[in-house]
């Protein structure tokens, strides 16, 4: 792994009340790729810098390099510059090499693309 630490990390920041292995196992085959700390968010209605506000689809988060991932899903959390540790699972699809990733914030994690 890349992260080794980042791993303890993610363990450590799981709810104690949520069942690890039911969380971990949709993150099978993933990668931790990055961590990164979200300065903000904006869409097609709102923006904001500082807070996170969670994702719905198409909601764009920036990150303090600048660099950005869109939502695919909907949830909503709330947090102040949160770490963002940031999975990737490789997929070929027709001779194309394509892929998917996931963030965590705090104990939620979230669907995203490029």
């Keep these: 792994m890349k992260y080794p630490v980042a791993i303890l990390f993610l ?5 104690a009340s949520a069942d690890l292995a039911d969380e971990l196992e949709d993150l099978v085959g993933y990668t931790i790729v990055d961590s ?4 903000g968010w904006y ?19 920036v990150f303090t390099d600048n660099t ?3 939502c695919s899903e909907y949830g ?3 947090a102040y ?12 699809y027709q001779g194309q090499t394509l892929y998917d990733f ?9 669907d995203m693309r490029r």
């Excluded at 869409?43 to 988060?61: I, L, N, P, Q």
């Excluded at 949160?82 to 997929?91: H, Q, S, V, Y």
């Design 43 to 61: 869409d097609d209605e709102e923006s904001e810098e500082g807070a996170f506000k969670g994702c719905k689809h198409g909601r764009t988060v």
């Design 36 to 39: 990164k700390t979200i300065k």
């Design 11 to 15: 363990l450590a920041s799981f709810n």
């Design 81 to 92: 510059r949160p770490t963002a540790i940031i999975l990737a699972k490789e997929i070929t």
């Design 68 to 70: 950005t991932l869109t």
């Design 76 to 78: 909503y959390q709330y």
């Design 102 to 110: 996931k963030i965590i914030v705090e104990d939620e994690v979230y």
